[in-house]
T-cell receptor, first 115, second 114 residues
Framework: GEDVEQSLFLSVREGDSSVINCTYT??????LYWYKQEPGAGLQLLTY?????DMKQDQRLTVLLNKKDKHLSLRIADTQTGDSAIYFC???????????????FGPGTSLSVIP | ETGVTQTPRHLVMGMTNKKSLKCEQH?????MYWYKQSAKKPLELMFV???????ENNSVPSRFSPECPNSSHLFLHLHTLQPEDSALYLC?????????????FGPGTRLTVL
């Protein structure tokens, strides 16, 4: 079946790098996404990667995609207290019958940054 | 501020009440979405409206009734809910039904059903 998994909690010290991992089961994904959700707020798109890419870098964020292992990671360099939030991994699957994407979200990883 | 607003931000209701959640987008988009984010399950897409027509309903119980009177407004009417319906309900909008990365999310309505 289609499933996206993440570890639920991660704690890092301010200034260190954070690495949030995600695994998915369906190899036919088109895009993979990382979202950030701060307390009391909606989802903020951080970055996304097309499934034929291995890596994408955007300032402090680095996304690595290993299609063989169906593993996606988000690295946050120089983690700050403002990075404390829940991070969601998601994949989109192209459904030929409907001509639309089906999106599957992971359960989210709660990142705590210790000053 | 994403240009998508939701009211109320918090709602507590009994199982026999009828209430409505409202979403408004100021982005000129033509597609709108309702998502449910509960503590025990990943974020789930509930309904999709495109050009004010419902184009997707993901096996949502009939106690949830969406309405899209125009392309800027989306409602979710609630009646005879269950405690397990307590969740954060997120609205999103996009221009055409492109990928997830084109959707702008509202802040959500935190619903508690007693």
């Amino acid at each position: 079946g289609e499933d996206v998994e993440q570890s639920l909690f991660l704690s890092v010290r301010e200034g260190d790098s954070s690495v949030i991992n995600c695994t998915y089961t369906d190899s036919s994904s088109t895009y993979l996404y990382w979202y950030k959700q701060e307390p009391g707020a909606g989802l903020q798109l951080l970055t996304y990667i097309f499934s034929n890419m291995d890596m994408k870098q955007d300032q402090r964020l680095t996304v690595l995609l290993n299609k063989k292992d169906k593993h996606l990671s988000l690295r946050i360099a120089d983690t700050q207290t403002g990075d404390s939030a829940i991070y969601f991994c998601a994949e989109s699957l192209w459904i030929k019958e409907t001509s639309y994407d089906k999106v599957i979200f992971g359960p989210g990883t709660s990142l705590s940054v210790i000053p | 501020e994403t240009g998508v607003t939701q009211t109320p931000r918090h709602l507590v209701m009994g199982m026999t009440n009828k209430k409505s959640l409202k979403c408004e987008q100021h982005l000129g988009h033509n597609a709108m979405y309702w998502y449910k984010q509960s503590a025990k399950k990943p974020l789930e897409l509930m309904f999709v409206y495109s050009l004010e027509e419902r184009v997707e309903n993901n096996s949502v119980p009939s106690r949830f009734s969406p309405e899209c009177p125009n392309s800027s407004h989306l409602f979710l009417h609630l009646h005879t809910l269950q405690p397990e319906d307590s969740a954060l309900y997120l609205c999103a909008s996009s221009q055409d039904r492109q990928g997830l990365h084109t959707q702008y999310f509202g802040p959500g309505t935190r619903l508690t059903v007693l």
